[in-house]
């Protein structure tokens, strides 16, 4: 047997090119909260290397721990083969230091929201931002996950203020082939694009927007959900039958109720008071019943309950929770 | 004469440099570029001497990935070449050749206008291949390009072979039809076939296993592919490593319904998760199977039994479709090596002629022999294939025409 020899490659091109870096082979997610394990796990799904970077260690084991589940589920649903999970597993590594994405072309920030006031830290992100802008390459893309007006905001913080871009994963539904990129007051035209591109790696298509608050898909769903609440309120039909309505009615993958109990419902209300502080319009102002329950700990599917009651593992145990006596 | 063959995948380029001296044919390099677009992608190189050379680097396109290969072929240190032009032409593997290509051919702009539209037949496999195609385009745009197709073989099947009972508009839609696939690899081991026991492939009725991770069992009458096993795709058909193979189309659409699940993952469900992995939730490998039926494992039993039960069904039909068998070929990793597997197809079968003797099948693995007893009516023969070895020699016939 011959023994095998291993030799850097770069040297026999046959066109004495210049050096080209693959576009995104590895990707920095800032954060270990549900969206930042989306999104580590849709750009590992697609081949590229991602890097995880969390607080402490508890918490990215968590993290990890929670994509591993995520993915179980679709070789559960036969959508995935457990040989190709432990590659995607295998791309994804977890890291305590923001220096750990130095080599990453490509930084996306999604720190959960404070458990306490519901916010996404600004002071927290802006400091992400300055950090990461530290030790990344003179081109590297630092994005946020977001659906408000921050990224422009975000960008301010830095030196290089055009290399930023807000995006939106759409997390709560994986069938949702579509990514909002956000082009702040400062983004280029370049990074734009190469985010495009990025987009198109993943196998999404862009929905370009311009920053604006609850931009396209937030917008529009919160007024769906306070119209649905009223509609419940007002006795009109049950909030199961809103919801098959919806759904079947409207091809909707979920009802309103049911993606408020995905979403978080305390999200829901901070995106309210966030487009109705914006707007000022009634329309964006959280209904009732959507504040009552927000104030009863009543938060969503992650709580175990929101409109709808759950088990341990997010399935549904109770359609009839809330159900209204209809007079 | 020298002929680079090409085989460009999703993210892998195979390739191998013949050199054609005489009657022979030498391969005077060969090997690999996996990961492209990739992190960690490299690039195996295997010299003729049999020295193994491994490639790290950044490989962003199957472009840059020939670049490479061409770069290191040309190299002082492990070169085998001392000019570009040295190389006569470069042999493609094309998957899919819809009902354009019935044979090998030239690649010039209306190949390759009609290769971008079979795209949609073949959406992962052709977009590579075409991939490849415009990288030699670029980097070596004077030196001829052949492509040669999976599908081209069994072209020749009749139309009530290869229609599907479903609506005819649909064919006329969408050319959903059988197409076949593992053509050049059955073509192969039916010429060789014919040439190590000495008969006019044109004469005789042969039947071809190819057992593989993929498997595809075709009918040859009179050197022509009449029938194939597998169809619209690389699904149909035999049992495989993790393919399921033939299947009723109402479980497809009941487990579609009872599990909740869209298109995508019945397909995944199908291609990768069914086959002998599925039936024995063991492993898509036959030895590791057969290890474990050895041990007693009664799912390993049953997949064992499925497997050549599905093959031995196809052999039937096929002599069926023929009037007659005169040859029957193993070939394809299992088919090769597997004396087990050919044991269990051909037992029960002397009523058809088929009689192997079970000292030459047993101490056969990987070499060309026959193994059926000397007065059986039909012969049973292992042939290793060498599908680049036919993308060469088809190239060169081509281009020797041009």
């Known amino acids: 047997?011959?023994?095998?020899?291993?030799?850097?490659?770069?040297?026999?091109?046959?066109?004495?090119?210049?050096?080209?870096?693959?576009?995104?082979?590895?990707?920095?997610?800032?954060?270990?909260?549900?969206?930042?394990?989306?999104?580590?796990?849709?750009?590992?799904?697609?081949?590229?290397?991602?890097?995880?970077?969390?607080?402490?260690?508890?918490?990215?084991?968590?993290?990890?721990?929670?994509?591993?589940?995520?993915?179980?589920?679709?070789?559960?649903?036969?959508?995935?083969?457990?040989?190709?999970?432990?590659?995607?597993?295998?791309?994804?590594?977890?890291?305590?230091?923001?220096?750990?994405v130095a080599d990453c072309d490509f930084v996306i920030e999604a720190i959960p929201a404070n458990p306490e006031t519901g916010h996404r830290d600004l002071v927290e992100r802006k400091r992400i931002f300055r950090d990461v802008e530290k030790v990344v390459s003179e081109?590297?893309?630092?994005?946020?996950?977001?659906?408000?007006?921050?990224?422009?905001?975000?960008?301010?913080?830095?030196?290089?203020?055009?290399?930023?871009?807000?995006?939106?994963?759409?997390?709560?539904?994986?069938?949702?082939?579509?990514?909002?990129?956000?082009?702040?007051?400062?983004?280029?035209?370049?990074?734009?694009?190469?985010?495009?591109?990025?987009?198109?790696?993943?196998?999404?298509?862009?929905?370009?927007?311009?920053?604006?608050?609850?931009?396209?898909s937030m917008r529009l769903y919160v007024v769906l959900l306070n119209e649905a609440i009223y509609t419940l309120m007002e006795g009109i039909a049950t909030m199961t039958d809103i919801d098959k309505t919806m759904r079947i009615g409207l091809g909707m993958r979920f009802g309103p109720f049911r993606t408020a109990d995905l979403i978080g419902l305390e999200k829901v209300v901070i995106w309210m008071d966030n487009l109705y502080e914006e707007f000022g319009q009634q329309k964006y102002k959280p209904a009732p019943l959507l504040k009552r329950l927000v104030r009863a700990k009543r938060l969503g599917m992650h709580t175990g309950a929101g409109f709808y009651k759950y088990d341990e593992s997010g399935n549904l145990i109770s359609e009839d929770f809330l159900s209204m006596k209809i007079g | 004469m020298k002929i680079l063959v090409l085989n460009c995948g999703s993210s892998s380029i195979k390739y191998q440099l013949f050199s054609m001296a005489g009657q022979n044919w030498d391969v005077i390099a060969k090997g690999g570029v996996e990961k492209v677009g990739l992190k960690g992608s490299f690039m195996n190189y295997k010299k003729e001497n049999g020295e193994k050379i491994v490639f790290d680097g950044e490989i962003i396109d199957h472009k840059t990935g020939i670049d490479y290969i061409l770069g290191v072929m040309l190299s002082k240190k492990h070169g085998?070449?001392?000019?570009?032009?040295?190389?006569?032409?470069?042999?493609?593997?094309?998957?899919?050749?819809?009902?354009?290509?019935?044979?090998?051919?030239?690649?010039?702009?209306?190949?390759?206008?009609?290769?971008?539209?079979?795209?949609?037949?073949?959406?992962?496999?052709?977009?590579?291949?075409?991939?490849?195609i415009y990288a030699i385009q670029q980097l070596i745009p004077d030196v001829p390009q052949v492509g040669v197709f999976d599908t081209a073989f069994h072209q020749s099947m009749p139309k009530h072979a290869y229609m599907y009972a479903i609506p005819y508009s649909l064919y006329k839609k969408y050319g959903i039809r059988r197409y076949g696939f593992h053509g050049t690899s059955h073509r192969f081991v039916l010429n060789r076939a014919c040439e190590i026991i000495g008969v006019d492939c044109n004469s005789v009725k042969i039947i071809s296993c190819h057992l593989g991770n993929g498997a595809s069992i075709a009918a040859i009458h009179n050197g022509r592919s009449v029938d194939t096993s597998m169809g619209f795709t690389p699904l149909e058909g035999l049992i495989m490593g993790t393919r399921s193979g033939d299947l009723d189309a109402g479980v497809v659409t009941y487990i579609m319904d009872k599990e909740m699940i869209g298109t995508r993952s019945a397909s995944v469900l199908l291609n990768k998760h069914s086959g002998m992995l599925g039936v024995t939730g063991i492993s898509s490998d036959s030895r590791e199977i057969y290890a474990a039926a050895e041990e007693g494992n009664e799912l390993a039993k049953l997949g064992v039994e499925m497997y050549d039960y599905r093959i031995k069904k196809y052999i039937g039909s096929y002599a069926a479709a023929m009037g007659g068998v005169d040859v029957l070929i193993f070939t394809g990793g299992i088919g090769e090596n597997e004396k087990r597997t050919r044991a269990g197809v051909c037992k029960g079968l002397e009523f058809l002629g088929i009689d192997i003797d079970e000292d030459v099948n047993n101490s056969t693995r990987g070499e060309e022999m026959v193994i059926s007893k000397p007065e059986a009516k039909v012969k049973v023969m292992v042939v290793p294939t060498n599908e680049e070895l036919v993308i060469a020699q088809d190239t060169k016939t081509i281009v020797e025409k041009l």
């Not at chain 1, 999104?39 to 721990?65: F, H, N, Q």
């Not at chain 1, 994509?67 to 597993?89: C, N, V, Y």
């Not at chain 1, 495009?196 to 927007?209: L, N, Y």
């Not at chain 2, 702009?109 to 539209?117: N, R, T």
Request: proline share 3%; glycine share 8%.
């Open chain 2, 80 to 132: 085998c070449l001392s000019n570009l032009g040295e190389i006569d032409a470069v042999g493609h593997r094309v998957v899919h050749g819809g009902e354009t290509f019935s044979s090998s051919v030239f690649i010039d702009e209306k190949v390759i206008d009609k290769l971008e539209e079979s795209v949609s037949l073949a959406p992962l496999h052709n977009p590579p291949n075409l991939k490849g």
């Open chain 1, 139 to 216: 081109d590297a893309i630092i994005a946020t996950n977001a659906t408000n007006i921050v990224i422009t905001e975000l960008a301010s913080e830095l030196n290089k203020r055009e290399r930023t871009v807000s995006l939106h994963f759409f997390i709560n539904s994986p069938e949702a082939k579509i990514i909002e990129v956000v082009k702040g007051l400062y983004t280029s035209d370049d990074v734009y694009e190469r985010v495009c591109k990025f987009v198109e790696m993943v196998k999404r298509d862009v929905i370009p927007v311009m920053e604006s608050a609850g931009i396209v």
């Open chain 1, 1 to 100: 047997m011959a023994e095998l020899k291993v030799e850097p490659i770069e040297s026999y091109a046959l066109s004495n090119k210049v050096k080209v870096k693959t576009l995104f082979s590895r990707i920095g997610v800032i954060g270990c909260g549900t969206e930042a394990q989306g999104i580590a796990r849709i750009a590992s799904w697609y081949g590229m290397e991602v890097v995880l970077v969390g607080r402490d260690k508890g918490c990215v084991e968590v993290a990890l721990d929670g994509i591993s589940k995520e993915l179980d589920k679709r070789i559960q649903s036969w959508g995935l083969t457990p040989s190709e999970k432990r590659a995607i597993m295998g791309r994804i590594e977890g890291s305590l230091e923001c220096s750990s």
